[in-house]
């Protein structure tokens, strides 16, 4: 940098300023110094003076004066102008010399030549620069000698001063480089220090020739110069304090930006001046407060930034020193400028790892920015945390780690992404490798299982990353066989069920993409024709779906076809990759060959190769081979011996164990080829021989699954396995007895003469009387007929017909224990039940081994189970067995009828009142007969296993009390509505079935099944309508979602065309027929208001099924409207009807898209419960309380499935009419059963409360109406009970069929789990609390 130097002065004679005599006195041997001779005599004669002057010291008064005139004469301008810089050099040397010599008081009075001759001296000052000069020494002694007389200060005197002391700063900040020493440094130090020191302040000129050596791009220019600013500022902190807080003043308050060059770097000097000494920045600290509040954005991110910088630095205390500043900081984090958002977000990370003591402060904001509208904040949050966690764990705590967490589940992939991969390190660094022991590993233990669980999410991208993970997080791929093993082996020991099932899950679908894959190989081998490309095609289509945006994969998978086809080295590679043999050393080269074959060097990027390698990952078997299972099967064998390391891992021997046998039962699935070795079976037989029956039915597994070669290659083996096997299938558990049987089917070829072995030794000693011993033998029997009917299907009939149905079904040998419950653990249930249980599994079973109706006896079964169903689960209906026991079996029933129904020749057979009656299970008053019938309903529909009928059942579901429920039968719609559709759209020969595929056609068996629900009665009852709307809706809301295909109006057209027709069931039933047509009227109602595009015309007419209707008649045209428009406006916009409790059956809640009734004056307004969680109006003659009020007190039925428990309060007690009341039962007036059975509805102790308060009205009370036919679900009741009584009176909602009876001897409380509440006006005054919905796909 050029600094302005000052101007030259005219010329003077050359002897200057000289004694009064007018003589210059020169020390001994120097000759006169005039411009007469050449410079180097002027040099030579001018060192001889510069040594007289060092030698001179202040003392030599004599000597002072004699060379008084020398001194004035050396300030010449003869010597000052001197174009030598050798001269000057000398002349400066001499000037400071003088300047200590004569100090305090200098020979110049001259203001003017003092400013000449300290402007001189600083420019020879310049010539420190080069240490490697010869004259360097010179330079350094003056630079010695100013510091030390501390010459300058006599400028303080000048006016101009300032002009000097700038003109110096500059000149030592300029000159000042890397090869000087401490000595040079702590001179200029020493020089400039006292100019600040005892001056009297630091003008803004003179700070900015300090303050610019800080500047970034000056610092990075010359290091020294900086180092030697921040020492000079440290050393004058107390005096050059006021001037800096001055400046910032000036520039962040005032806003005078003009006061300095420096004003548009304010934030870097702040930044580096506290780096320097935080006191110098006393006063500016508060002003920065102010800026924070700026209403400008830009300069709120600026001050943010600058903040972020000094209070995350290591060593600053600034937080814990000015707090209110630190406050206002904080509240930036919520910031409406997005930028000033991320960048708080982006400074809590160094915040985290400098200062841990911050955490808590940073945890509230970081929790508020993880939920920020911007998707880039969201992700920085979890940088920022994710960052400090990977420097050490104790910088996180678990809250913040929560946050992460959640973020997994984020709408945006990218932020999903970071956080999957950010707790993947975490888990990698502190579990895997146990970087921070044992704690640390706890702390973060549960990200595995979170991380599996993210598998069940729909979306490919996070299916494919957790596969990722998997890989190189959890167990590392390229680990050894051994260590990658024991990885596994503890891992899948330690995870929880659901990240078990998730881990399951991701096997199977990569074996399910490499089984597509092999398809896809094996159809290129064929010649081509237009069956084999249309084939391929399909097959290409379900690969690409299998990978990121299936959209863009496809066409990429159809060139990677292209080049599989023209390319057989390419095609063996993948062939190798996928084959059972192949090692994860062959996987990993493959992989690198394939990627290597396809990869372009001229496109750096090209994501048809990466999305090759997707597919590659996927199918490559880069953990499990032959080698991989020994391992695994070696670690077990350590653990049944107890020299594992199990306790270590945090595992106990006995989970290692049965968690290793559930892993190999899982591969034994994927990769069933790698357990083919001597040594694995003979540990497996070892596992069969242990007490656990968990890991004995496991090992049974994986025998059937891998064994198909022991038979020809291992005969050791086979003969150690089959006694085992044969002794399983008569005397070990359910489950593997169940197991034995499928392996022996499996893997030995005399599986005839096997199995006979074991039917005929148990079908001669099957035994009533000793229940507990005939479980297995019914297991065994049942799965041999199935897999070898022609073989044992005959000998079974009699084993049926004499010995399930008379001896075991018809009879009660048993009394079960009258507790009241509706259900009972497994491990309560009495043995004769289960053996019931097991009967009827056998029977299905047995029929679909034959999967024939020559001998009508699936007729007979069919009808045995509608007779169970009827009597409620007490076929003989002699009461001897407990409502629990009953559930069981009602439950059984429903189901056989549901698998038999899987078997097309059964279907056929199954009437529509059979059909009926299994629907009704759905309805069923145990939550856990529901729920496992729904369950099982789902999983055969979405395998597409059952007829669409059965899809109607869920409408029911409408009425089910309890808001799980609905919405996991909604969830099951929509799951089995998008298969069903998807599977037309991927199979164009399906159109051809569209009548038992098209979710559309699940209407008319909708509508028939309504118009046969047994609480609908009376066509005209609004209630019973509303009832019928609500369950129309269930089914109709999800089917209308999307027109497709103008679905709307073909929907209208299949409602319009049932009314043209006769129902199947009665068609000569007049009020049969008319209920039909009301509901259909019903369904057309809200198909009109739900949506505009219905009255389109449908793009074909709908097939209705003749099972149910009859064929229209040619002259037959019913145009009359069955509901009248008061019911059709009531229906849709209506008041709230009173609500009422289940109890003599189910009764819904709200179905889904009902508006919310308009609640009384009771509910809070604030509430967010919506209609789903308000009981709805119950149907039917029901007399109610006017005005009882239900408040919600727990949460519990059937003790074991927590539903919601009502209270009731009786507030008033009015007449109820047509009711009868005796000392222990309230009968009801419409109640009947087919075949002329009669059941009543006990009371029980708790619902005789009300019974006191109307004992005396009993008698006024009229008789019961006459009995109805029914099936298998028992009519609403008519009577109403009353309210429990104090806290052991209390009772659960009715949930199901009929109202449940309690113990006398129960105290109230859990006993008291499955007794109904009577029927209520006005339980909407109490909302219920929302409750958790299951995913069904989880």
Same mark, same amino acid.
């Given at each position: 940098?050029?600094?302005?130097?000052?101007?030259?002065?005219?010329?003077?004679?050359?002897?200057?300023?000289?004694?009064?005599?007018?003589?210059?006195?020169?020390?001994?041997?120097?000759?006169?110094?005039?411009?007469?001779?050449?410079?180097?005599?002027?040099?030579?004669?001018?060192?001889?003076?510069?040594?007289?002057?060092?030698?001179?010291? !202040?003392?030599?008064?004599?000597?002072?004066?004699?060379?008084?005139?020398?001194? *004035?004469?050396?300030?010449?301008?003869?010597?000052?102008?001197?174009?030598?810089?050798?001269?000057?050099?000398?002349?400066?040397?001499?000037?400071?010399?003088?300047?200590?010599?004569?100090?305090?008081? %200098?020979?110049?009075?001259?203001?003017?030549?003092?400013?000449?001759?300290?402007?001189?001296?600083?420019?020879?000052?310049?010539?420190?620069?080069?240490?490697?000069?010869?004259? =360097?020494?010179?330079?350094?002694?003056? *630079?010695?000698?100013?510091?030390?007389?501390?010459?300058?200060?006599?400028?303080?005197?000048?006016?101009?001063?300032?002009?000097? /002391?700038?003109?110096?700063?500059?000149?030592?900040?300029?000159?000042?480089?890397?090869?000087?020493?401490?000595?040079?440094?702590? $001179?200029?130090?020493?020089?400039?220090?006292?100019?600040?020191?005892?001056?009297?302040?630091?003008?803004?000129?003179?700070?900015?020739?300090?303050?610019?050596?800080?500047?970034?791009?000056?610092?990075?220019?010359?290091?020294? %110069?900086?180092?030697?600013?921040?020492?000079?500022?440290?050393?004058?902190?107390?005096?050059?304090?006021?001037?800096?807080?001055?400046?910032?003043?000036?520039?962040?308050?005032?806003?005078?930006?003009?006061?300095?060059?420096?004003?548009?770097?304010?934030?870097?000097?702040?930044?580096?001046?506290?780096?320097?000494?935080?006191?110098?920045? *006393?006063?500016?600290?508060?002003?920065?407060?102010?800026?924070?509040?700026?209403?400008?954005?830009?300069?709120?991110?600026?001050?943010?930034?600058?903040?972020?910088?000094?209070?995350?630095?290591?060593?600053?205390?600034?937080?814990?020193?000015?707090?209110?500043?630190?406050?206002?900081?904080?509240?930036?984090?919520?910031?409406?400028?997005?930028?000033?958002?991320?960048?708080?977000?982006?400074?809590?990370?160094?915040?985290?790892?400098?200062?841990?003591?911050?955490?808590?402060?940073?945890?509230?904001?970081?929790?508020?920015?993880? $939920?920020?509208?911007?998707?880039?904040?969201?992700?920085?949050?979890?940088?920022?945390?994710?960052?400090?966690?990977?420097?050490?764990?104790?910088?996180?705590?678990?809250?913040?780690?929560?946050?992460?967490?959640?973020?997994?589940?984020?709408?945006?992939?990218?932020?999903?992404?970071?956080?999957?991969?950010?707790?993947? !390190?975490?888990?990698?660094?502190?579990?895997?490798?146990?970087?921070?022991?044992?704690?640390?590993?706890?702390?973060?233990?549960?990200?595995?299982?979170?991380?599996?669980?993210?598998?069940?999410?729909?979306?490919?991208?996070?299916?494919? *990353?957790?596969?990722?993970? /998997?890989?190189?997080?959890?167990?590392?791929?390229?680990?050894?066989?051994?260590?990658?093993?024991?990885?596994?082996?503890?891992?899948?020991?330690?995870?929880?069920?659901?990240?078990?099932?998730?881990?399951?899950?991701?096997?199977?679908?990569?074996?399910?993409?490499?089984?597509?894959? +092999?398809?896809?190989?094996?159809?290129?081998?064929?010649?081509?024709?237009?069956?084999?490309?249309?084939?391929?095609?399909?097959?290409?289509?379900?690969?690409?779906?299998?990978?990121?945006?299936?959209?863009?994969?496809?066409?990429?998978?159809?060139?990677?076809?292209?080049?599989?086809?023209?390319?057989?080295?390419?095609?063996?590679?993948?062939?190798?990759?996928?084959?059972?043999?192949?090692?994860?050393?062959?996987?990993?080269?493959?992989?690198?060959?394939?990627?290597?074959?396809?990869?372009?060097?001229?496109?750096?990027?090209?994501?048809?190769?990466?999305?090759?390698?997707?597919?590659?990952?996927?199918?490559?078997?880069?953990?499990?081979?032959?080698?991989?299972?020994?391992?695994?099967?070696?670690?077990?064998?350590?653990?049944?011996?107890?020299?594992?390391?199990?306790?270590?891992?945090?595992?106990?021997?006995?989970?290692?164990?049965?968690?290793?046998?559930?892993?190999?039962?899982?591969?034994?699935?994927?990769?069933?080829?790698?357990?083919?070795?001597?040594?694995?079976?003979?540990? #497996?037989?070892?596992?069969?021989?242990?007490?656990?029956?968990?890991?004995?039915?496991?090992?049974?597994?994986? =025998?059937?699954?891998?064994?198909?070669?022991?038979?020809?290659? #291992?005969?050791?083996?086979?003969?150690?396995?089959?006694?085992?096997?044969?002794?399983?299938?008569?005397?070990?558990?359910?489950?593997?007895?169940?197991?034995?049987?499928?392996?022996?089917?499996?893997?030995?070829?005399?599986?005839?003469? !096997?199995?006979?072995?074991?039917?005929?030794?148990?079908?001669?000693?099957?035994?009533?009387?000793?229940?507990?011993?005939?479980?297995?033998?019914?297991?065994?029997?049942?799965?041999?007929?199935?897999?070898?009917?022609?073989?044992?299907?005959?000998?079974?009939?009699?084993?049926?017909?004499?010995?399930?149905?008379?001896?075991?079904?018809?009879?009660?040998?048993?009394?079960?224990?009258?507790?009241?419950?509706?259900?009972?653990?497994?491990?309560?249930?009495?043995?004769?039940?289960?053996?019931?249980?097991?009967?009827?599994?056998?029977?299905?079973?047995?029929?679909?081994?034959?999967?024939?109706?020559?001998?009508?006896?699936?007729?007979?079964?069919?009808?045995?189970?509608?007779?169970?169903?009827?009597?409620?689960?007490?076929?003989?209906?002699?009461?001897?067995?407990?409502?629990?026991?009953?559930?069981?079996?009602?439950?059984?029933?429903?189901?056989?009828?549901?698998?038999?129904?899987?078997?097309?020749?059964? $279907?056929?057979?199954?009437?529509?009142?059979?059909?009926?009656?299994?629907?009704?299970?759905?309805?069923?008053?145990?939550?856990?007969?529901?729920?496992?019938?729904?369950?099982?309903?789902?999983?055969?529909?979405?395998?597409?296993?059952?007829?669409?009928?059965?899809?109607?059942?869920?409408?029911?579901?409408?009425?089910?009390?309890?808001?799980?429920?609905?919405?996991?039968?909604?969830?099951?719609?929509?799951?089995?509505?998008?298969?069903?559709?998807?599977?037309?759209?991927?199979?164009?020969?399906?159109?051809?079935?569209?009548?038992?595929?098209?979710?559309?056609?699940?209407?008319?068996?909708?509508?028939?099944?309504?118009?046969?629900?047994?609480?609908?009665?009376?066509?005209?009852?609004?209630? !019973?309508?509303?009832?019928?709307?609500?369950?129309?809706?269930?089914?109709?809301?999800?089917?209308?979602?999307?027109?497709?295909?103008?679905?709307?109006? =073909?929907?209208?057209?299949?409602?319009?065309?049932?009314?043209?027709?006769?129902? %199947?069931?009665?068609?000569?039933?007049?009020?049969?027929?008319?209920?039909?047509?009301?509901?259909?009227?019903?369904?057309?109602?809200?198909?009109?208001?739900?949506?505009?595009?219905?009255?389109?015309?449908?793009?074909?007419?709908?097939?209705?099924?003749?099972?149910?209707?009859?064929?229209?008649?040619?002259? =037959?045209?019913?145009?009359?409207?069955?509901?009248?428009?008061?019911?059709?406006?009531?229906?849709?916009?209506?008041?709230?009807?009173?609500?009422?409790?289940?109890?003599?059956?189910?009764?819904?809640?709200?179905?889904?898209?009902?508006?919310?009734?308009?609640?009384?004056?009771?509910?809070?307004?604030?509430?967010?419960?919506?209609?789903?969680?308000?009981?709805?109006?119950?149907?039917?003659?029901?007399?109610?309380?006017?005005?009882?009020?239900?408040?919600?007190?727990?949460?519990?039925?059937?003790?074991?499935?927590?539903?919601?428990?009502?209270?009731?309060?009786?507030?008033?007690?009015?007449?109820?009419?047509?009711?009868?009341?005796?000392?222990?039962?309230?009968?009801?007036?419409?109640?009947?059963?087919? +075949?002329?059975?009669?059941?009543?509805?006990?009371?029980?102790?708790?619902?005789?409360?009300?019974?006191?308060?109307?004992?005396?009205?009993?008698?006024?009370?009229?008789?019961?109406?006459?009995?109805?036919?029914?099936?298998?679900?028992?009519?609403?009741?008519?009577?109403?009970?009353?309210?429990?009584?104090?806290?052991?009176?209390?009772?659960?909602?009715? +949930?199901?069929?009929? +109202?449940?009876?309690?113990?006398?001897?129960?105290?109230?409380?859990?006993?008291?789990?499955?007794?109904? %509440?009577?029927?209520?006006?006005?339980?909407?005054?109490?909302?219920?609390?929302?409750?958790?919905?299951?995913?069904?796909?989880?």
């Amino acid at each position: 940098m050029d600094f302005p130097t000052a101007q030259p002065k005219p010329p003077t004679a050359l002897c200057g300023v000289v004694s009064s005599d007018g003589k210059i006195t020169y020390p001994p041997g120097v000759k006169e110094i005039t411009d007469k001779i050449t410079n180097d005599e002027v040099v030579k004669r001018l060192k001889m003076v510069v040594k007289t002057f060092m030698d001179m010291d !202040q003392d030599s008064e004599d000597e002072k004066q004699q060379y008084l005139p020398l001194a *004035l004469h050396l300030a010449s301008e003869f010597f000052l102008r001197n174009p030598n810089k050798d001269v000057r050099l000398l002349v400066a040397c001499c000037l400071a010399d003088i300047f200590r010599i004569y100090a305090p008081e %200098a020979p110049y009075t001259s203001h003017d030549k003092l400013k000449d001759i300290f402007l001189f001296i600083t420019r020879q000052l310049k010539g420190l620069e080069d240490t490697k000069s010869p004259q =360097f020494n010179r330079y350094f002694y003056l *630079l010695e000698n100013l510091a030390w007389v501390k010459s300058y200060n006599i400028c303080f005197e000048l006016e101009d001063c300032n002009e000097i /002391f700038i003109q110096l700063f500059r000149t030592l900040f300029s000159v000042i480089n890397n090869s000087h020493n401490k000595k040079v440094q702590m $001179h200029m130090l020493d020089l400039m220090s006292s100019i600040i020191m005892e001056g009297d302040g630091v003008t803004q000129e003179l700070l900015d020739s300090i303050l610019i050596n800080l500047i970034p791009a000056h610092k990075n220019l010359n290091k020294q %110069a900086f180092d030697l600013a921040k020492v000079l500022l440290k050393r004058t902190v107390q005096i050059i304090e006021a001037s800096i807080a001055n400046f910032f003043n000036q520039v962040l308050v005032l806003g005078r930006s003009s006061v300095s060059d420096l004003s548009e770097h304010v934030f870097d000097l702040i930044q580096e001046l506290f780096a320097i000494d935080p006191h110098l920045l *006393l006063s500016v600290m508060p002003q920065l407060e102010f800026k924070l509040k700026s209403n400008d954005g830009e300069e709120r991110l600026a001050v943010v930034r600058l903040l972020a910088k000094l209070f995350g630095s290591k060593d600053s205390d600034l937080a814990t020193q000015n707090r209110p500043l630190w406050q206002c900081f904080l509240g930036r984090f919520n910031d409406i400028h997005v930028p000033v958002r991320l960048e708080s977000v982006k400074f809590a990370s160094h915040c985290l790892m400098n200062h841990p003591d911050l955490a808590k402060d940073l945890t509230e904001y970081l929790k508020v920015r993880s $939920h920020d509208p911007e998707e880039a904040i969201r992700h920085d949050v979890i940088v920022t945390i994710i960052t400090a966690g990977k420097r050490d764990l104790s910088l996180v705590n678990d809250q913040l780690l929560g946050f992460v967490r959640e973020r997994t589940l984020d709408k945006r992939w990218r932020v999903r992404k970071e956080a999957m991969m950010g707790l993947a !390190q975490l888990y990698k660094k502190y579990c895997l490798h146990a970087e921070a022991g044992r704690e640390a590993a706890e702390k973060v233990s549960w990200i595995k299982d979170k991380l599996l669980h993210i598998y069940y999410q729909n979306s490919i991208d996070d299916k494919l *990353l957790v596969e990722k993970i /998997f890989a190189q997080y959890l167990v590392p791929h390229n680990l050894e066989t051994e260590e990658r093993m024991k990885c596994l082996y503890y891992l899948y020991a330690s995870l929880d069920p659901n990240a078990v099932k998730a881990l399951n899950e991701m096997w199977k679908c990569q074996n399910l993409l490499r089984s597509h894959v +092999r398809e896809l190989l094996d159809l290129h081998k064929q010649p081509a024709s237009e069956a084999n490309s249309s084939a391929m095609f399909g097959k290409l289509m379900t690969i690409a779906k299998n990978l990121p945006d299936p959209g863009k994969a496809q066409d990429f998978v159809k060139k990677f076809n292209q080049v599989l086809g023209d390319d057989e080295k390419l095609r063996s590679q993948l062939e190798l990759l996928i084959s059972p043999t192949c090692s994860c050393k062959q996987a990993d080269v493959c992989v690198r060959e394939i990627a290597r074959k396809l990869a372009n060097p001229k496109q750096p990027t090209n994501p048809f190769l990466e999305m090759v390698k997707f597919l590659l990952e996927r199918i490559a078997p880069v953990h499990i081979d032959s080698e991989a299972i020994s391992a695994l099967v070696k670690l077990m064998n350590k653990s049944i011996e107890g020299t594992a390391d199990d306790e270590e891992e945090g595992v106990s021997p006995d989970t290692a164990i049965r968690a290793g046998l559930e892993l190999l039962k899982v591969l034994s699935f994927t990769h069933p080829t790698s357990f083919h070795s001597a040594e694995t079976y003979e540990s #497996l037989l070892q596992c069969l021989r242990m007490e656990d029956d968990k890991v004995a039915e496991a090992a049974i597994q994986i =025998f059937r699954n891998t064994g198909h070669k022991i038979e020809t290659d #291992l005969p050791q083996i086979r003969s150690t396995l089959i006694p085992i096997l044969h002794q399983k299938a008569k005397r070990g558990t359910p489950h593997q007895a169940k197991q034995a049987v499928h392996c022996i089917h499996a893997i030995f070829t005399n599986k005839e003469v !096997q199995l006979a072995q074991i039917f005929e030794p148990l079908s001669r000693s099957l035994n009533a009387d000793v229940p507990e011993q005939l479980i297995t033998p019914l297991v065994s029997l049942g799965h041999i007929s199935m897999l070898a009917p022609d073989q044992f299907a005959s000998p079974m009939k009699s084993v049926v017909a004499n010995f399930i149905v008379k001896d075991l079904l018809m009879n009660d040998r048993s009394t079960g224990e009258k507790n009241g419950k509706l259900w009972s653990p497994d491990e309560e249930v009495s043995p004769e039940v289960l053996a019931k249980v097991q009967a009827i599994k056998l029977l299905v079973r047995w029929l679909l081994g034959m999967k024939n109706n020559q001998s009508k006896s699936a007729n007979s079964t069919l009808r045995l189970l509608s007779a169970m169903l009827v009597s409620e689960g007490d076929l003989t209906e002699q009461k001897r067995i407990s409502k629990s026991d009953m559930s069981r079996l009602r439950l059984a029933a429903g189901s056989a009828i549901m698998k038999l129904a899987q078997e097309p020749c059964y $279907h056929e057979i199954i009437t529509p009142e059979q059909f009926q009656l299994c629907a009704l299970v759905i309805n069923d008053e145990c939550y856990q007969v529901r729920q496992i019938f729904a369950q099982k309903l789902h999983k055969a529909l979405v395998k597409l296993l059952l007829p669409l009928e059965y899809m109607a059942i869920f409408a029911l579901c409408a009425k089910d009390p309890v808001k799980e429920r609905r919405a996991h039968a909604r969830q099951c719609l929509l799951k089995n509505i998008s298969i069903r559709r998807e599977y037309i759209k991927q199979n164009p020969m399906a159109t051809e079935k569209l009548l038992s595929l098209l979710p559309e056609y699940v209407v008319p068996y909708m509508i028939h099944l309504l118009a046969h629900d047994p609480d609908f009665t009376k066509p005209q009852d609004v209630d !019973q309508l509303r009832d019928i709307k609500e369950c129309l809706w269930f089914m109709l809301e999800v089917l209308m979602t999307k027109n497709e295909n103008n679905s709307h109006a =073909f929907m209208k057209k299949m409602a319009e065309n049932i009314k043209l027709t006769r129902d %199947a069931q009665s068609p000569d039933e007049p009020k049969t027929n008319e209920k039909l047509y009301t509901v259909c009227d019903v369904a057309l109602c809200v198909i009109n208001s739900k949506s505009a595009l219905c009255n389109a015309d449908s793009p074909k007419d709908p097939v209705l099924p003749t099972k149910f209707f009859t064929q229209p008649e040619k002259d =037959f045209c019913n145009d009359r409207s069955y509901i009248s428009e008061e019911t059709r406006v009531l229906l849709l916009t209506g008041k709230p009807k009173p609500t009422g409790v289940l109890g003599a059956v189910n009764k819904p809640l709200s179905a889904t898209g009902r508006k919310p009734y308009v609640r009384s004056t009771g509910t809070e307004p604030g509430s967010n419960i919506n209609a789903n969680s308000e009981l709805n109006p119950s149907a039917g003659n029901r007399s109610r309380e006017p005005n009882s009020e239900a408040s919600e007190t727990g949460v519990s039925e059937n003790e074991e499935n927590p539903v919601r428990i009502i209270s009731v309060t009786p507030v008033k007690t009015e007449p109820v009419k047509n009711k009868e009341i005796n000392s222990d039962q309230a009968t009801q007036g419409n109640i009947s059963t087919d +075949r002329g059975k009669k059941r009543t509805a006990t009371a029980s102790g708790a619902e005789n409360i009300q019974q006191k308060t109307e004992e005396k009205k009993a008698d006024e009370t009229g008789p019961p109406a006459p009995p109805k036919a029914r099936r298998g679900r028992r009519p609403k009741s008519e009577s109403q009970g009353s309210a429990a009584k104090n806290d052991e009176t209390n009772k659960s909602a009715g +949930r199901g069929r009929k +109202r449940a009876a309690v113990g006398q001897e129960s105290p109230g409380g859990p006993e008291a789990g499955n007794a109904k %509440a009577p029927k209520l006006q006005d339980v909407a005054k109490k909302a219920a609390p929302a409750e958790r919905q299951i995913d069904l796909q989880r």
